[in-house]
T-cell receptor, first 114, second 115 residues
Framework: QKEVEQNSGPLSVPEGAIASLNCTYSDRGSQSFFWYRQYSGKSPELIMFIYSNGDKEDGRFTAQLNKASQYVSLLIRDSQPSDSATYLCAVNDAGGTSYGKLTFGQGTILTVHP | NAGVMQNPRHLVRRRGQEARLRCSPMKGHSHVYWYRQLPEEGLKFMVYLQKENIIDESGMPKERFSAEFPKEGPSILRIQQVVRGDSAAYFC?????????????FGPGTRLTVT
């Protein structure tokens, strides 16, 4: 069974610090990787996606992908209290025709304290 | 706002009743996905549909659950004879048929409570 594992939380960082969120996946054929943010009681919000090895930056967010190690991470620079949420790592299913199906990790709860 | 729309946002059903959840994808999107999030659990894939076709229903429970995405109108997730274990948040997501990466955008969800 294809699995996505995220570093256990909760993760607490002070305001202004860098928050590092990690994710590993079991399916070597996976091609696309996504980070969603979910506030309590709300729906997941797509914040980053990456499909090539290396880094991808968007504002305060940087996604890092290492396919050889089957590892993807999200860095949040200058963390703000408004970043406090659950962060979900999602990996596409590369098998068969269901190339759009996402497998989610269990999520990491991030708290940014003033 | 051309985002993914779901209704109702909250739905209360008694055991044994039917629940119908609706999802309208973002404008220009023709791929729809349904996910379920049980309390204190992660998001689990249920079904992937395109217009008039079920592409992958590997995550659907074998009984009582069905989904459709007709040529006209929203996608519908139907749960017959609901039980308390069906209480969860049901999210619909959509993607563009032109999206190389198939990034999916989620609707606000339907919170189903079975009493």
């Amino acid at each position: 069974q294809k699995e996505v594992e995220q570093n256990s939380g909760p993760l607490s960082v002070p305001e202004g610090a860098i928050a590092s969120l990690n994710c590993t996946y079991s399916d070597r054929g996976s091609q696309s990787f996504f980070w969603y943010r979910q506030y309590s009681g709300k729906s997941p919000e797509l914040i980053m996606f990456i499909y090539s090895n290396g880094d991808k930056e968007d504002g305060r967010f940087t996604a890092q992908l290492n396919k050889a190690s089957q590892y993807v991470s999200l860095l949040i620079r200058d963390s703000q209290p408004s970043d406090s949420a659950t962060y979900l790592c999602a990996v596409n299913d590369a098998g068969g025709t269901s190339y759009g199906k996402l497998t989610f990790g269990q999520g990491t709860i991030l708290t940014v304290h003033p | 706002n051309a985002g993914v729309m779901q209704n109702p946002r909250h739905l209360v059903r008694r055991r044994g009743q039917e629940a119908r959840l609706r999802c309208s994808p973002m404008k220009g999107h023709s791929h729809v996905y349904w996910y379920r999030q049980l309390p204190e659990e992660g998001l689990k894939f249920m079904v992937y549909l395109q217009k008039e076709n079920i592409i992958d229903e590997s995550g659907m429970p074998k009984e009582r659950f069905s989904a459709e995405f007709p040529k006209e109108g929203p996608s519908i997730l139907r749960i017959q004879q609901v039980v308390r274990g069906d209480s969860a948040a049901y999210f619909c997501a959509s993607s563009s048929n032109r999206a190389i990466l198939y990034e999916q955008y989620f609707g606000p969800g339907t919170r189903l409570t079975v009493t």
